[in-house]
């Protein structure tokens, strides 16, 4: 037996049964990265510190002890503060960076028995949607080498995809968590906004940032989230609602009615759109409605995106003024300057007449049109991307290209809504997910659907073969 | 024909609040004196992935201020980030309100009855501070975050003052009511209350100059009544020669009673603001707005106007007391005990310890003392009466003596005396 190839399940029983411990599955997989992170870069650092914390694991398990994730090997996306350990957000400007304090996140991680196995690459500051564009080495996808695997959250989509630790957290800012879940064959969540703390992960846009698991199957992701989501004191914008225990609640024969909203299917590619119809046609024969629906403003979601998230990076990206942290600006990469120029601009006296408060009113009416059309419908469902996952280095000469890559995973992001990616058929052999949309803090019913999905596809059961 | 040109002021005032934390975060907000960088945290060092939570204490305080000041509130109020670059600013924005100040349109009357208008009160929070050193032979800026994050409100009136000695009895009117209301010390010396006048000559409030000039470090009242008047009569010599004054700001020298160039502004910054994300829009109750009302203590002219019609108090000596919180407090305390006007001289003139009870600090005046224990000495020492009334005035001394140890030493020997010659005569 792989242990390495475990979900959360399955490696909750061996452990509990005895049949490894977490210091084994931890050192399975420390030798998988090992092995191939120096060409994958699923990981910016490796805790020194994971095989002690998982021998701790073990102690507390053999004194009885019985916590949520016990013993699990977890890899934080770099942006989410671990106390001691360097956080650079993939960026050379925070390369001599180590945190004083931990993010909410990894403190209920910790809290829940989790072991940190390493913090996982990413677009740095989390702009990008390839994992191309850090200074800690190109991501790349397990299923192609020579392919991208999605942003931001890339390292995280690589690492649980290539079993290089069980489960990753990313922060979903415009479809971060999604994207990388969809082309790496992997759950991606971005909650509700509200849902989970933001609190110690290093911010992108405040108002859309949604933290997230990414994990091999929709019963993991659901346990993950119950552990991570519920109000922070910290985090003025938590909600205060209970938290349901998600993955004890996810079979169901509950039948749903399913929105698709046309504009997400206009300009998409012709084989996304046959896979996205079969997905479409099992869900309708297993006794879901299927109902046709159109949102005009998500035709504009993407500039109003840009217009309003690049003001908040420019002003959270601010207090890097070359003072403190001992890197001057010029350690800024390309993608970073550009967005802290765009929305400087946006937001400048003169223009935000007609950039940034012009997107803010555009933003409140496409979340209006969201919370309408999703009275009629328990969810939306529709592709997480436009077209599949192009070659390393395609893009890069044209920003805008990459930045299409975005557009049916921003409009979720504005509204606030939660939404997910669960991997259904490959598309020329590489793997794809369905984006599932729903109502605010109706989490449970977006896992109920994405498990009916996964119960048709089983797409978990492939895996990739490492290089 | 041209309309004549009049002195125009506006004043913004900046006063630190005192809650026990700063703004955003659990820090301590007292930061006067303390060991630089020893009171902060994430969120006041502006540290990545650090985030403001609001203090609602402050948030009560700042619309406490806006009603004394006869404001109205925003129902719907929101803090917004506003961006500049300076050391001292942690996060590269401070957060501040822009569009929707919780507190807006009020006014504070002058004795003379004119009304001057306040344009809005706000919440912000205060910045780090430069120390500009030596270390090891290098001229060094260091940044000392204690500060940072501090609760700030923003008091900012109409172009409606004439005169540095209108400025004047507004600021000292306005810091009677802050610390009437228990929410700042108002302590210029120490930085919490900073004041900035605008100044101009202008047609009219409506039709205001091209140009102003603002004021800035001032640290008295007094100084912001000369450096506005002297400001006023530069400006005025200026525009006699046809000169416009530039717009630009100004410092105060006070070993030369004059105002001295600073920075001259050549274009408005761009603050670039927008609503701060990380803090949900803060919408308050008509409830919440009128428990704060009924939580309003009398503003101090109020309570001048009763201590008057109630105890008969001189105006001066009400004034006095209900402008300072401790000292009224006392009087209302004890004026049961004492004569009211009485009560009110020895408080003012700090003849009684507020600290302590009245009741052992009244003893101290001699006619306090109880003229049965004077006629009793004087009865027991019929002899020593006897020696006085033939022409042996010395021996009062010995009379006095005896007074002194009936009454325990509480007794001022001086006045004793005069009642001793009194009865013996």
Redesign the interface.
């Known amino acids: 037996m792989d242990v390495t190839q475990l979900t959360l399940k399955s490696a909750l029983e061996g452990l509990n049964e005895g049949k490894f411990s977490s210091a084994e599955l931890t050192q399975n997989y420390l030798d998988r990265i090992k092995r191939y992170n120096p060409k994958y870069h699923a990981f910016v650092s490796v805790n020194p510190e994971a095989m002690s914390e998982a021998k701790e694991a073990d102690e507390l398990r053999k004194k009885g002890k019985k916590l949520p994730l016990l013993g699990i090997p977890v890899g934080p996306k770099d942006n989410f503060l671990y106390q001691g350990m360097k956080a650079t957000a993939a960026s050379n400007l925070l390369d001599n960076y180590t945190p004083q304090y931990d993010s909410t996140v990894v403190k209920k991680l910790k809290a829940a028995g989790a072991v940190v196995i390493g913090k996982t690459n990413q677009d740095a500051w989390g702009h990008g949607s390839s994992g191309e564009h850090t200074d800690y080495g190109i991501t790349h996808n397990p299923y192609a080498y020579d392919r991208v695997t999605g942003g931001s959250s890339s390292g995280s989509g690589t690492a649980v995809a290539g079993d290089m630790c069980l489960m990753g957290t990313g922060s979903d800012t415009g479809g971060s968590n999604r994207q990388p879940g969809s082309y790496c064959n992997v759950v991606g969540i971005k909650p509700t906004y509200g849902r989970v703390s933001r609190y110690g992960v290093i911010a992108m846009a405040s108002s859309t940032d949604s933290m997230g698991p990414l994990t091999k199957t929709v019963y993991d992701a659901a346990k993950f989230l119950s552990v991570m989501a519920g109000r922070d004191e910290k985090d003025a914008t938590t909600a205060d609602l209970p938290v349901p225990q998600y993955h004890l609640n996810l079979e169901t024969e509950k039948k749903f009615t399913l929105g698709l909203i046309k504009e997400y299917f206009e300009g998409l590619d012709k084989k996304f759109t046959k896979v996205i119809e079969t997905a479409v046609k099992k869900l309708e024969a297993k006794g879901h409605k299927i109902k046709q629906l159109s949102i005009p403003a998500v035709k504009y979601a993407y500039p109003m995106y840009c217009l309003t998230v690049f003001a908040e990076i420019a002003s959270n990206l601010s207090r890097f003024d070359g003072i403190r942290y001992g890197y001057d600006r010029d350690r800024f990469g390309e993608e970073a300057k550009r967005r802290i120029m765009i929305g400087t601009h946006s937001a400048s006296s003169g223009y935000a007449d007609q950039y940034y408060n012009q997107a803010m009113v555009g933003r409140k009416m496409l979340t209006y049109q969201f919370k309408q059309a999703l009275e009629t419908v328990d969810a939306f469902i529709g592709p997480v991307f436009p077209f599949p996952p192009f070659k390393i280095g395609e893009k890069e000469t044209d920003p805008l290209k990459m930045y299409l890559s975005d557009v049916l995973t921003v409009p979720a992001n504005l509204t606030g809504q939660p939404a997910m990616s669960v991997p259904i058929d490959f598309v020329d052999g590489m793997p794809n997910g369905l984006q599932v949309i729903c109502k605010h803090f109706d989490e449970q019913t977006m896992f109920q659907i994405a498990s009916q999905v996964e119960q048709e596809y089983q797409m978990y059961k492939i895996r990739p073969k490492l290089i | 024909m041209k309309q004549k040109l009049q002195p125009t002021i506006g004043l913004e005032i900046h006063v630190e609040l005192k809650t026990k934390s700063k703004m955003f975060c659990g820090c301590p907000a007292d930061h006067f004196g303390k060991k630089p960088n020893t009171q902060t945290c994430?969120v006041c060092l502006?540290?990545?992935?650090?985030?403001?939570?609001?203090n609602q204490k402050a948030i009560d305080w700042t619309i406490m201020i806006g009603l004394a000041l006869d404001c109205q509130v925003n129902r719907e109020s929101t803090f917004d980030?506003k961006?500049y670059?300076y050391?001292d600013l942690?996060?590269?924005?401070q957060i501040s309100q822009y569009d929707d100040p919780f507190c807006f349109k009020g006014k504070l009357k002058l004795t003379s009855g004119k009304v001057i208008r306040i344009t809005r009160v706000h919440l912000e929070e205060d910045t780090g501070k430069l120390l500009h050193r030596q270390v090891d032979g290098e001229k060094v800026s260091l940044?000392d975050f204690n500060r940072s994050g501090v609760p700030l409100v923003e008091i900012v009136t109409e172009p409606d003052l004439s005169s540095g000695e209108e400025a004047k009895e507004f600021l000292k009117k306005l810091r009677d009511i802050l610390r009437s209301l228990g929410v700042s010390d108002c302590d210029m010396e120490k930085g919490s209350m900073r004041l900035e006048p605008n100044i101009s000559w202008s047609r009219s409030v409506n039709d205001l100059a091209s140009y102003k000039v603002e004021i800035k470090n001032l640290n008295s009242f007094r100084f912001a009544k000369s450096a506005i008047n002297y400001d006023l009569e530069r400006q005025k010599k200026m525009l006699d020669h046809g000169e416009t004054p530039i717009q630009e700001t100004r410092g105060y020298d006070p070993s030369k009673r004059m105002t001295v160039p600073q920075r001259v502004k050549e274009t408005?910054a761009?603050?670039?603001?927008?609503p701060e994300?990380?803090?949900?829009p803060l919408v308050l109750s008509q409830e919440y707005i009128e428990a704060l009302k009924d939580k309003l203590p009398k503003l101090p002219e109020e309570t001048a106007l009763e201590l008057v019609t109630k105890y008969g108090l001189k105006p001066e000596s009400a004034a006095a007391l209900a402008k300072d919180p401790a000292k009224l407090s006392y009087f209302n305390q004890h004026v049961d005990k004492a004569k009211p006007q009485d009560l009110a001289n020895m408080i003012i003139n700090k003849k009684v310890d507020l600290s302590k009870s009245l009741e052992g600090q009244l003893k101290q005046p001699a006619d306090a003392v109880d003229e049965a224990i004077i006629d009793k000495v004087l009865k027991e020492n019929a002899d020593a009466v006897a020696k006085y009334k033939a022409g042996k005035t010395q021996v009062i001394g010995f009379l006095v003596g005896q007074v002194m140890k009936a009454v325990g030493g509480a007794a001022d020997p001086g006045k004793v005396m005069v009642i001793l010659r009194d009865k013996m005569s």
């Open positions: 994430p502006g540290l990545p992935g650090a985030l403001p939570v609001p980030r961006h670059f050391p942690a996060k590269g924005f940044v408005a761009d603050y670039r603001y927008f994300p990380d803090i949900p």
